[in-house]
């Protein structure tokens, strides 16, 4: 239900941007997590689809930037300055029980996952 793309490898200081299409509507709300090697998956953003309220994780705030396409049902995670610690697989989540922006960063809050997209940066 959930169709990822946009992953690759990069350079550091370098830039990605990732894509997701949800392939199902009533969402209200879409987020982005990630899991490196022999880590917990983590939260990295999250968008209220009515009104695109987000959220990000401190480790990518004001270098990550996350928004929506309504008509397209599709979120998207532009990555810039990009730093070897952002290598990753990159799953997108999608929420039709969220009403709070403080659920973002949960990960029980969401009901669907993408197949995941590997970005590796490279110093």
């Known amino acids: 239900q959930l169709q990822a793309s946009g992953g690759g490898s990069v350079q550091a200081g370098g830039s990605l941007r990732l894509s997701c299409t949800s392939s199902?509507?009533?969402?209200?709300?879409m987020g982005w997590f990630r899991q490196a090697p022999g880590q917990e998956r983590e939260f990295v953003a999250g968008?209220?689809?009515?009104?695109?309220?987000?959220v990000y994780a401190a480790s990518v705030k004001g270098r990550f930037t996350i928004s929506r396409d309504n008509a397209e049902n599709t979120v998207f995670l532009q990555m810039n300055g990009l730093k070897v610690e952002d290598t990753a697989v990159y799953y997108c989540?999608?929420?039709?029980?969220?009403?709070?922006?403080?659920?973002?960063?949960?990960?029980?809050?969401?009901?669907?996952w993408g197949q995941g997209t590997l970005v590796t940066v490279s110093s």
């Open positions: 989540a999608a929420g039709r029980r969220i009403d709070s922006g403080s659920y973002l960063s949960l990960r029980a809050s969401y009901d669907d």
């Open positions: 199902t509507g009533g969402l209200t709300a």
């Open positions: 968008l209220k689809w009515r009104n695109g309220y987000s």
